[in-house]
């Protein structure tokens, strides 16, 4: 089972990036999957999640209204739409895999996730 990111980078404060989380090596339709940060001399914390059946979605109150988490089922990827970005969202994004959660909702705890990628830095300048 694999997990890659991509699409971080260095951007200004309200600036915009797209994180992609591509899974291969699993059944991808039967595992959550999560996206989570964490930044320097912090913990890490789930942002947002989606649901095996793509129907939930949940997002940490800090990002809710900028960012948006959906899939492309074809290409066994879950994408990230990160706007109106701020300094505070700085870290290295990971994505991760939760096979023991229901059908219809998702969670935002790393201890339930599975498979977990490398991580992609993502750095907001003020």
């Known amino acids: 089972a694999q997990l890659v990111e991509s699409g971080g980078g260095s951007v200004q404060a309200g600036g915009s990036l797209r994180l992609s989380c591509a899974a291969s090596?699993?059944?991808?339709?039967?595992?959550?999957i999560g996206w989570f940060r964490q930044a320097p001399g912090k913990e890490r914390e789930g942002i947002s999640c989606?649901?095996?059946?793509?129907?939930?979605?949940s997002y940490l109150d800090s990002v809710k209204g900028r960012f948006t988490i959906y899939s492309d089922n074809a290409k066994n990827t879950v994408y990230l739409q990160m706007n109106n970005l701020k300094p505070e969202d700085t870290a290295v994004y990971y994505c991760?895999?939760?096979?023991?959660?229901?059908?219809?909702?998702?969670?935002?705890?790393?201890?339930?996730?599975?498979?977990w990628g490398q991580g992609t830095q993502v750095t907001v300048s003020s």
């Open positions: 090596g699993f059944p991808f339709r039967d595992y959550a």
């Open positions: 991760a895999a939760d096979y023991s959660g229901s059908y219809y909702n998702c969670k935002l705890r790393a201890n339930d996730y599975n498979y």
């Open positions: 989606l649901s095996k059946t793509g129907g939930d979605t």
